[in-house]
């Protein structure tokens, strides 16, 4: 043992992805965390603001400062940011349609706190195209928004040279389904795609690719197979180093280091036995922090509670404080690679890293990432692939402990009040956000509003870069909701493929099996009816874009002989009702992760009473805690699904029974099923 002194490399920027209710409460919640030691922030957003509506919108109804603060224009940036010098901080933002505009409100207030604007430094996420594919909160057609991002990367490098115009965004595509050799491939054909598009713009000079190529960084996803995960990341670091040094030329290997930013794994924290995700946290975190050649710039935690509703600001410093004891009283940063000379990393991460080649051929001979998406063939590999994992998990193939194993438990202490395990937010909230945006409209120049308006129009229309037109924008006061609007009218709105009606059967239903016998009664509760197929409408109420759940009950739903109606995300009540009753289905099915349930779910019942439909039973699957679950079953919700409740055939067959008692049918003889 040696006295000496070892040197240490610095920590990554240790974040916490933060935001509610308003911009007065979030500028505080920011102030405590950056007090507790954290070194960056990471602004989350609520979903008007990521998806372009003002918080009066309609679609924004129950969705304001839910999952994320509310900007609705510079005053609630300047409120965000009050006290907090912006030259000085490192702010993620996790904005991607929107994500032009919110940078320039950013630049903006920073201006007014006389801050120089080439030495702001932080991240845009900025990745559009993974919005097709798995968060939908994309706006504009892919073409448009290949425009934007692209527009946006040539505005920084050329004005705000140390900021990271968009973080590649592999962490959603794992959520949605994606393998390590999938995540891999298809976020590094997006990058590829974005860099084609930059330097076939002509806005940036050949010889400052090497600028551009820089400042690109990625966002990814570690999941509990950390040695995988390990391996993962270094075969995205040597496949960034060869696709840079190969496809665009650049020489400096500082300029094609591979940066990138993780939140570690949320898909798998579990609502059962959430002590557990702790555990889970820590394990995620060290594959991406044990490998120096492959360590992250900056990393965020989820907090224990996540699976069960909002955390609250006692979690988020326990996950800060968990990248604290390992950066600061561990010895991790006083050595080299530790897996230099393994040839067990150097195997698996060889073979990850051919996959992802074979893989990236595969859609570059399709033409790219957006032939790819608009194919639908990214969307239909990504359910199929998420359904298969989903099939492991039932079968018991893949084990979460707690959940299909070792599942007997002590009361925990930490849930034993649920309802003050999590945070709720005021919904006198929201008020006070619609309150603010009307005063706000009342104040500023409407003149000067309706002159940026038209210009950032006739911008659009042109090839010019559209960052200066929107800078104009927010210094004259427009809104969220009206720059994206404006856009809207010049490059149209943009509905992706769902990819249902492209996956594969992804459980077979062999004779004696659970999902044969959920057949079974499928076909017997329509014969019984005297309709050829049952009918199932699964709806994406509001704003909320995560459709993994919703996607894999349409798909199990179909694979157990159910006619399927599903329209994808983004949809009001009034058309959800107006689907299921055109379409005379026998089960409507509503999928909200976003905490608006308590808003959307009555509305959709009070529609469809309104309507006439008096016997078709409403599930309701999402985050949903048991008191909210209790109340919409007592305003006539007929089952409440949520994360505990992993068995999707026996959800499916739960719909049929939900079915059969509406209809005044004797119950199925069908295996147990979960209680609701």
């Not at 008007?48 to 304001?64: C, F, K, N, W």
């Not at 004005?159 to 590649?168: A, H, L, M, S």
Request: with cysteine; proline share 5%.
């Amino acid at each position: 043992m040696t006295d000496q002194k070892r040197d240490r490399d610095r920590p990554w920027l240790m974040r916490t992805y933060a935001g509610h209710s308003t911009a007065s409460d979030s500028n505080a919640l920011y102030r405590k965390n950056l007090a507790k030691g954290q070194t960056g922030l990471s602004v989350a957003f609520d979903l008007p603001t990521q998806t372009g509506y003002d918080s009066d919108h309609v679609l924004a109804r129950g969705e304001v400062g839910r999952v994320g603060v509310p900007v609705g224009h510079v005053g609630d940036m300047r409120t965000l940011f009050d006290g907090i010098p912006l030259e000085q901080t490192n702010t993620s933002m996790t904005i991607n349609a929107t994500a032009m505009w919110l940078l320039a409100m950013y630049q903006v207030v920073a201006e007014e706190q006389g801050a120089d604007v080439t030495r702001l430094t932080g991240t845009t996420q900025n990745d559009i195209v993974k919005e097709y594919l798995s968060r939908g909160t994309h706006v504009f057609p892919p073409g448009p928004s290949v425009r934007l991002i692209t527009d946006m990367i040539a505005y920084t490098v050329a004005n705000i040279p140390k900021w990271n115009p968009i973080n590649i965004c592999s962490y959603h595509l794992q959520e949605a389904g994606a393998t390590p050799v999938q995540e891999i491939a298809y976020a590094m054909c997006t990058a590829i795609s974005v860099l084609d598009a930059v330097r076939d713009s002509g806005q940036v000079p050949a010889e400052r690719m090497g600028e551009v190529v820089a400042r690109i960084s990625f966002f990814v996803n570690a999941g509990v197979r950390f040695v995988e995960e390990m391996c993962k990341m270094r075969a995205f670091a040597r496949l960034w180093e060869k696709v840079t040094r190969e496809r665009y030329g650049i020489e400096d290997a500082k300029q094609r280091r591979f940066r990138y930013g993780v939140q570690v794994n949320s898909l798998g924290l579990t609502e059962a036995q959430p002590e557990n995700n702790v555990q889970r946290i820590v394990l995620e975190m060290l594959a991406v922090t044990l490998s120096k050649d492959a360590r992250a710039r900056a990393v965020q935690l989820p907090a224990w509670n996540e699976a069960l509703g909002l955390p609250r600001p006692w979690d988020q410093q326990w996950s800060l404080r968990i990248q604290q004891v390992l950066a600061y009283e561990s010895d991790l940063l006083e050595y080299g690679d530790i897996f230099d000379g393994s040839a067990v990393i150097e195997a698996k991460t060889a073979e990850l890293l051919a996959g992802a080649e074979a893989e990236i051929a595969k859609v570059l001979e399709m033409g790219g990432v957006i032939p790819a998406v608009e194919s639908g063939y990214l969307k239909s590999n990504l359910v199929a692939a998420h359904a298969e994992r989903r099939a492991r998990i039932e079968s018991g193939e893949d084990k979460i402990v707690g959940v299909n194993c070792f599942d007997t438990t002590e009361e925990s202490p930490l849930t034993a009040d649920l309802d003050t395990a999590i945070m709720v937010v005021d919904p006198a909230s929201e008020q006070s956000v619609l309150n603010g945006l009307k005063a706000w409209r009342e104040q500023r120049d409407e003149a000067a509003v309706q002159t940026a308006l038209e210009q950032l129009k006739a911008t659009a229309r042109t090839s010019d870069n559209l960052m200066p037109a929107t800078l104009a924008c927010a210094r004259a006061g427009v809104t969220t909701g009206e720059w994206s609007f404006a856009l809207r009218d010049v490059f149209g709105e943009y509905r992706a493929p769902t990819g249902v009606g492209g996956a594969p059967v992804a459980v077979a239903a062999e004779p004696g099996g659970e999902l044969a016998a959920v057949r079974e009664a499928v076909a017997a509760t329509a014969g019984e009816l005297g309709v050829g197929k049952l009918r199932l409408l699964v709806g994406k109420p509001g704003l909320d874009g995560h459709s993994n759940g919703a996607e894999q009950i349409a798909v199990r739903a179909r694979d157990a002989g159910f006619e399927v109606v599903y329209q994808g995300i983004r949809l009001t009540p009034e058309q959800i009702v107006s689907a299921a009753v055109a379409e005379d289905v026998h089960c409507v099915g509503l999928s909200i992760l976003s905490g608006a349930h308590p808003e959307l779910v009555p509305d959709v019942l009070h529609r469809l009473r309104r309507a006439g439909v008096e016997d078709v039973p409403v599930i309701v699957g999402g985050i949903i805690p048991a008191a909210d679950a209790e109340t919409l079953k007592a305003a006539g919700v007929a089952a409440v699904f949520t994360p505990k409740d992993f068995g999707i055939t026996t959800i499916i067959g739960r719909i049929v029974d939900e079915i059969r008692l509406a209809n005044r049918l004797q119950p199925w003889a069908a295996p147990t099923h979960a209680t609701s």
